[in-house]
């Protein structure tokens, strides 16, 4: 759920959720690797979903990208194009680039397939890192 509302409009960082359960060591890495990566992607194809219907109220107080981000999002999209998305789990730029993805019409599997790859990737270090630091104490 954390991964989920933290790709979307509210800000959270899953980052430090996962960290969290990984070194309760309760559940197995690859289990909550695949519901944060689950949820995060989920929360991106939301995000385009929102950017491929209503850009039209992109200057309301809710809207997930505000007006400068929003801006630099469009503008790295339009030079990037698809590829960007693989930027999509980096703070500030993230969530824009997504929305942006479903302004500019990015077809839903190629926006699922990068978004997947760049989500699952950040996790996947995560997870190494900490699991590899459990493991040398």
Do not use: C
């Amino acid at each position: 759920m954390t991964a989920l509302i933290a790709a979307t409009v509210f800000p959270m960082q899953s980052e430090a959720a996962l960290v969290g359960l990984l070194l309760t060591e309760a559940y197995p890495p690859w289990l909550l690797i695949l519901v944060a990566s689950a949820g995060n992607v989920l929360g991106s194809a939301m995000n385009w979903l929102l950017g491929r219907g209503i850009e039209r109220f992109r200057d309301r107080r809710w809207f997930p990208a505000k007006g400068k981000a929003l801006e630099r999002a469009q503008a790295w999209y339009r030079r990037y194009g698809k590829w960007s998305l693989l930027l999509s789990w980096v703070p500030i730029i993230g969530d824009p680039l997504t929305v942006v993805a479903g302004i500019l019409r990015e077809p839903l599997p190629v926006f699922l397939l990068l978004v997947t790859i760049a989500k699952v990737g950040r996790y996947l270090a995560l997870a190494a890192i900490t699991v590899g630091w459990l493991h040398a104490l």
